[in-house]
Nanobody, 120 residues
Framework: VQLQASGGGWVRPGGSLSLSCAAS????????MGWYRQAPGKPRELVAT???????NYSDSVKGRFTVSRNNAKRTMYLQMTSLKPEDTAVYLC???????????????WGEGTLVTVSS
């Protein structure tokens, strides 16, 4: 099972970016998915999570600015980021709780991350 995050880049403060996280491999089902971020010298922090039924949850720092969604048929999760701030600069990583078809058990997977830089 692999998670591939994409869509990062550079944007000016106040701008927008969209991230995607695609899951592939021996997957029976995907439960909760989530976006996390890690800035240099700081611990990893939760950005947003979304259940299989597309119920979202956001950290206070991004609430009202970011929108998480998913397409179960495409095994893909998205993060629409607006009104970006310099403090949003970080590597954004995706996480998924997957029912691995080979092992027939639920397992947590992480993608490698995509860098988002917000600066003028």
């Amino acid at each position: 099972v692999q998670l591939q995050a994409s869509g990062g880049g550079w944007v000016r403060p106040g701008g927008s970016l969209s991230l995607s996280c695609a899951a592939s491999g021996s997957i029976f089902s995907i439960n909760d998915m989530g976006w996390y971020r890690q800035a240099p010298g700081k611990p990893r922090e939760l950005v947003a999570t979304i259940t299989r039924e597309s119920s979202p949850n956001y950290s206070d720092s991004v609430k009202g600015r970011f929108t998480v969604s998913r397409n179960n048929a495409k095994r893909t999760m998205y993060l629409q980021m607006t009104s970006l701030k310099p403090e949003d600069t970080a590597v954004y990583l995706c996480n998924a709780n997957v029912l691995n078809a080979d092992y027939v058990q639920w397992m947590d997977y992480w993608g490698e991350g995509t860098l988002v830089t917000v600066s003028s």
